[in-house]
């Protein structure tokens, strides 16, 4: 009989959390705390949480519950006016298209930030490499801004649809031809500022 093929699978460790919320590592049989996953995170090993009852996936709450500690413990790595802006998305049609934006925005950061430090262990001086890494973290909170504050002027105009009635339609819908012209160029700007960030990082290789 033919073994069966673990394949990448072999490298994904499943956690389970059960009901007394403890977790449990399967692939070392012990129990392991959120910092421990907050450790593995760091060390780029992948794994999945799953209720120990259900079997349900619920490594998003997971990491979003690590996220809370950490924040908690004094490293704010996520502007209160950030979370605002992530939480006013919740629930709007629109928000869809945020998960895509940070997604490669991070992707982004996340290759400039290797650059930055191969750039800091091969030079002298430390001061200009910080400077560097310091103006490379600006940029990419800009970018972060100015991709909420574009998507405010479509989110708001969704959100008054009812306070107002769009020219040219009695029952205070929006015209469903505008609302297509919003989302095209909503996402004609995302995949623009995607090729800017694509840019930066080449520019920085």
Known sequence: MAEPDSGAKASVITIKKYANRRLYNTSTSSYVTLDHLAEMVKEGSDFVVTDAKTGEDITRSVLTQIIVEQEGKGQNLLPIKFLRQVIGFYGDSLGGLVPRYLEHS????????????????EALKGLLPMQRLEEV??????????????FNP?????????????????????????KAEDIDALKSQLNSMQAQLEKLVKDRS
């Open 154 to 178: 479509f989110v708001q105009m969704n959100r008054g649809a009812g306070a107002a009635t769009p020219p040219g339609n009695a029952n205070g819908a929006a015209a469903p031809a505008e």
């Open 106 to 121: 991070m992707e982004a950061f996340h290759q400039n930030e290797a650059h930055m430090r191969s750039t800091m262990q």
């Open 137 to 150: 973290g600006k940029q990419n909170m800009a970018m972060f801004e100015n991709a909420m504050k574009m």
